[in-house]
């Protein structure tokens, strides 16, 4: 007889381990361990996420289970990794390996911040998603802001670094907007070498507030990025993101937002720019729970190598959500015969006044475009440049922070020269 | 400027040229006309550079250079212009930028300085008044949204901008009204001088009346079959190509 072998085996082990690690150091974890021992029943019982669901068909977990990450400890940034953080105006929360670093970051003014424990919220979901259950047995440190009525918070830089150790870490973060606030939220995770980043967001909109969630995902060459964001919206107010996937071996970003109250909107823009054998997931999941209610998902993917990229989008129109107005599109320009994008839109509607619209496509560089431009002059690794970045930009324009999205851009440009 | 000598050109093992003289001296305009079919857009894609269009035999001088064997790039910034019979739109791509672009890769290429924003844009708004474009084609997308008359204005403004030594133009005529036209011609003489040279691809006698060409050539299964002064295509247009061809009589 042999043991049991195979990605399923390799799931179950990796996660027996994360759960053996979460009772070695258990009396140490910080916060509520009451909702980390119910979370670390979840992961002794339902393990990881496995081939055979639907949710994680294009996405397999293998490589991830077949690493090890030992639990992160007090770090220090290089200064190389520390300069990765674009000069952006705004209050620095930094968090290296997962940890908060108070001397790297900010002050806030005007609204409050907390760290030293994992911010759990109310809104994550550790019994239906197996990565968010990991993390709520396993957090141990991240943010919980909290944003007064009425007040306008300006931009947060939350920036985690890693710093290449092969540790894993789960950062749990609260973003709180009172009725009618707003915030910007620049979210990067940065990083060198071969780690796991699972952290999970959880945004609680009320009422008329406006939160800004721009992400920049730029893990180093080796790393999992396993991201989970929550985002719940009531009347009036919107969630509006960008996420920007360039990083990372195998990287997922799954966001779940739901429009509680009637007039809430959620913007999911995403672009995924890919090479060598990166794989990178973009998984949404918008409810619309009330009428009037908007969502918009512009998601575009650039693919060299023999990279993968895959979207799952889900929009969930409640018998309530009258007047519902959905968009999704999903746009991949292949730029190499080995790349693969696996797109799988999904609407299930049960209101009957809605409008809601999906697309995809997926195709190389126009010929004819190409031609066009080289023809006026323009070198033709110029020109391909300019036509990746014509084809990003209606994902990329509606970023209206000037700052961020020239950072944006210039990690872009920094991906198109050191592709390939 | 140009000469071409016994070029043949094919298509997927189809040829298309079948040995093409034309010699195009510094300062002189000629018009090519020809049944549809004939050739003229093709050659004009084979010398320009476009991919797809195999070169069988022949050459193509342009300015001393053996131009087939240069990339589009390089014939562009060697001073070739192509102004397209269906300019692309360019979603995504602001039209100022685009112009910038080309015409700053063009002089990088040449070993001239670069244009900064402000001269570049005093330069493309002065161009643009004089082909009464308005200012908001430079802040829209590369021909996106454009008329047929506004897409073609811009391939003109495009030529103004960048100053070939030859530009072909490929039926540029096509789909203009004659307020349009005159604008486009006007665009195309205001160039004219020693160092301009043009080669117009046209179906019809209207707008060699407002670009009055120095010689016309008439296209048949990719052959010049005929050679003449501006009167030329005068005949052609009230006798047809009939009256030309021999193989159409």
Request: aromatic fraction near 8%; charged fraction near 20%; proline fraction near 4%.
């Given at each position: 007889m042999s043991a049991p072998s195979g990605p399923l085996a390799a799931l179950k082990a990796a996660a027996d381990a994360f759960v053996a690690d979460y009772h070695a150091r258990k009396t140490s974890l910080p916060g509520d361990s009451h909702v980390r021992a119910e979370a670390a029943a979840l992961v002794a019982t339902q393990g990881l996420p496995g081939p055979r669901e639907e949710a994680w068909r294009y996405t397999p977990l293998r490589p991830f289970a077949e690493a090890q990450f030992a639990p992160a400890r007090r770090a220090e940034p290089s200064a190389a990794?520390?300069?990765r953080i674009p000069a952006i105006a705004g209050t620095r929360l930094v968090f290296v390996d997962g940890r908060f670093h108070s001397e790297l970051s900010g002050v806030p003014e005007g609204y409050r911040v907390t760290t030293g424990e994992p911010a759990f919220g109310h809104l994550a979901r550790p019994a239906e998603e197996k990565l968010v259950a990991l993390n709520t047995m396993l957090a141990e440190d991240g943010a919980a802001i909290h944003v007064p009525a009425g007040t306008d918070a300006g931009t947060i830089i939350l920036?985690?670094?890693?710093?290449?150790?092969?540790?894993?870490?789960?950062?749990?973060?609260?973003?709180v907007l009172e009725a009618g606030a707003t915030l910007t939220l620049i979210d990067l995770a940065l990083g060198d070498g071969e780690y796991l980043s699972n952290p999970v967001l959880t945004f609680e909109v009320a009422a008329g507030a406006t939160v800004t969630h721009l992400r920049t995902q730029d893990e180093g060459a080796g790393a999992f990025h396993l991201s989970t964001v929550y985002a719940e919206v009531a009347e009036g107010g919107t969630y509006d993101s960008f996420a920007l996937t360039l990083g990372g071996k195998l990287a997922r970003m799954e966001v779940h937002a739901r429009l509680a109250g009637p007039n809430a909107a959620a913007h999911l823009n995403a672009a995924q720019l890919l090479g060598a054998s990166q794989h990178a997931d973009f998984t949404t999941i918008v409810r619309h729970d009330a009428p009037n209610t908007a969502s918009r998902q512009t998601v575009k993917n650039v693919l060299t190598g023999?990279?993968?990229?895959?979207f799952q989008g889900k929009i969930e129109v409640a018998r309530i959500a009258q007047k519902t107005d959905g968009y999704q599109m999903n746009q991949a320009l292949l730029l190499s015969p080995q790349a693969e994008m696996d797109s799988k839109p999904q609407l299930q509607i049960y209101a009957d006044d809605v409008k809601c619209s999906h697309g995809a496509t997926v195709g190389a560089?126009?010929?004819?475009?190409?031609?066009?431009?080289?023809?006026?002059?323009?070198?033709?690794?110029?020109?391909?440049?300019?036509?990746?970045?014509?084809?990003?930009?209606e994902a990329l324009d509606p970023i209206t922070h000037e700052e961020a999205r020239a950072a944006m851009e210039a990690a872009i440009a920094a991906w198109w020269e050191r592709r390939e | 400027m140009l000469e071409i000598k016994g070029l043949r050109a094919s298509i997927d093992g189809k040829a298309i040229l079948n040995g093409i003289d034309l010699v195009i001296p510094p300062g002189e305009v000629h018009a090519i006309m020809g049944p549809n079919g004939s050739g003229k857009s093709t050659l004009s894609y084979v010398l320009s550079g476009r991919e797809g269009y195999e070169v069988d035999g022949g050459t193509a001088t342009f300015a001393g250079q053996d131009i087939l064997a240069m990339e589009p790039e390089e014939r562009a910034a060697?001073?070739?212009?192509?102004?397209?019979?269906?300019?692309?739109e360019l979603p995504g791509v602001?039209?100022?930028n685009f112009l910038?672009?080309?015409?700053?890769?063009?002089?990088?290429?040449?070993?001239?300085?670069e244009l900064d924003a402000v001269q570049f844009l005093k330069l493309a708004r002065t161009e643009a008044k004089r082909l009464s474009?308005?200012?908001?084609?430079?802040?829209?997308n590369v021909n996106v949204g454009f008329s047929g008359g506004e897409k073609k204005r811009n391939e003109v403004l495009q030529m103004a901008m960048l100053r070939p030594k030859l530009a072909i133009l490929d039926e540029t005529d096509s789909g203009l009204d004659i307020d349009a036209l005159k604008i486009v011609a006007e665009g195309v003489n205001a160039l004219r001088g020693p160092g301009f040279s043009a080669l117009v691809i046209t179906h019809y006698q209207r707008l060699l009346d407002h670009i009055v060409p120095d010689r016309v050539h008439v296209l048949a299964n990719g052959r010049i079959v005929k050679s003449g002064g501006p009167e030329l295509a005068h005949a052609l247009e009230a006798g047809g190509y009939a009256a030309v061809i021999p193989e159409a009589a």
């Open positions: 990794l520390l300069a920036a985690s670094l890693a710093t290449g150790a092969a540790v894993g870490f789960h950062p749990r973060h609260h973003i023999r990279s993968r990229g895959v560089l126009d010929a004819d475009q190409l031609f066009y431009l080289r023809s006026r002059g323009v070198p033709e690794a110029e020109a391909r440049a300019i036509l990746v970045r014509a084809f990003l930009s | 060697a001073g070739l212009f192509l102004a397209f019979q269906y300019p692309v602001n039209n100022a910038r672009t080309a015409l700053n890769a063009q002089r990088r290429a040449r070993g001239e300085g474009m308005p200012d908001d084609m430079l802040k829209r």
